[in-house]
């Protein structure tokens, strides 16, 4: 079995200037003891909170929602401290798609390109279990993901910390 733990971050959220990135924290369970496996980061300019939080779901769903569940037997369970990511890839995105991409309020979603990014990825077969975690209560993963995210630290960084 694998969890992921996902996070995304923005400096100047809503701002021209902004700056952001998202991080992901692969970690492998075996005989019941969690070992790290992977981290990964990627920065980006001209971001928001939100993007960046789907951004690293959506990694995680198309880097491993398909290989792993071969592998490991099982749907990788992808952990998320955004309430707006887990609800609109659980529950919203289904009946947006279904309403041509129009949400009850009649507004199209925002961030639309990577929602429909997600729902083809689910689409061709890739599957997660999707779940909300409560963000900076002090989970070792979550926090992880967190300084990945920030640019606090970089992945390679992190694997030799943690790994």
């Not at 690293?56 to 769903?61: K, L």
């Not at 792993?68 to 919203?92: K, L, R």
């Not at 993963?141 to 967190?146: I, M, R, S, V």
């Amino acid at each position: 079995m694998i969890k992921l733990y996902v996070d995304g971050s923005c400096r100047g959220n809503g701002k021209a200037e902004s700056t952001g990135g998202f991080g992901v924290v692969v970690v492998g369970i075996k005989d019941g003891k969690e070992f790290l496996m992977e981290c990964y980061a990627k920065q980006c300019e001209h971001t928001t909170n939100n993007k960046e939080e789907l951004k690293a779901i959506d990694w995680a769903m198309l880097t491993y929602g398909h290989q792993m569940f071969d592998e490991w037997g099982a749907v990788p369970v992808v952990y998320s401290d955004s309430s707006y990511c887990v609800n609109t890839f659980n529950e919203w995105m289904f009946n947006w798609a279904d309403n041509g991409w129009i949400k009850s309020d009649k507004k199209t979603p925002e961030n639309l390109d990577l929602i429909k990014a997600y729902y083809d990825h689910y689409n061709k077969g890739y599957r997660i279990d999707l779940q909300k975690i409560k963000g900076h209560a002090g989970h070792i993963w979550n926090e992880l993901a967190d300084k990945l995210a920030t640019g606090e630290m970089s992945a390679e960084e992190a694997m030799k910390i943690y790994g």
